[in-house]
Nanobody, 124 residues
Framework: QVQLVESGGGLVQAGGSLRLSCAAS????????MGWSRRAPGKAREFVAA????????YYADSVKGRFTISRDNAKNTVYLQMNSLKPEDTAVYYC?????????????????WGQGTQVTVSS
């Protein structure tokens, strides 16, 4: 059974930083794209950032480019999301996700696994 467990959310002032972690159980790093989506109050879930299944490519939503960085530690089966220069509009529940052979535009579309989510709140 694959599990994705997020941590690192919290409350931060605008301009601040947070780092989210997603620890994956099992051999999910092989052949799975890993990344993050988020859902803001009253809005649809949106893609944030991801690695392709091969780990060779990274993808970012335009709204976070230059501010967020995705990274991974294969030895720990963990993916990170470093979030800098946070804005109130980044407030959302952030979900880790994994999709088998995910890459390109649909890297995390209809993922195979979701984490439980972690709340990020950015105050103005």
């Amino acid at each position: 059974q694959v599990q994705l467990v997020e941590s690192g959310g919290g409350l931060v002032q605008a301009g601040g930083s947070l780092r989210l972690s997603c620890a994956a159980s099992g051999r999910i790093f092989s052949n799975y794209a890993m990344g993050w989506s988020r859902r803001a109050p009253g809005k649809a879930r949106e893609f944030v950032a991801a690695f392709s299944w091969s780990g060779d490519s990274t993808y970012y939503a335009d709204s976070v480019k230059g501010r967020f960085t995705i990274s991974r530690d294969n030895a720990k089966n963990t993916v990170y999301l470093q979030m800098n220069s946070l804005k109130p509009e980044d407030t959302a529940v952030y979900y880790c996700a994994a999709k088998r052979l995910g890459q390109g535009m649909g890297v995390l579309t209809s993922p195979d696994y979701w984490g439980q989510g972690t709340q990020v709140t950015v105050s103005s």
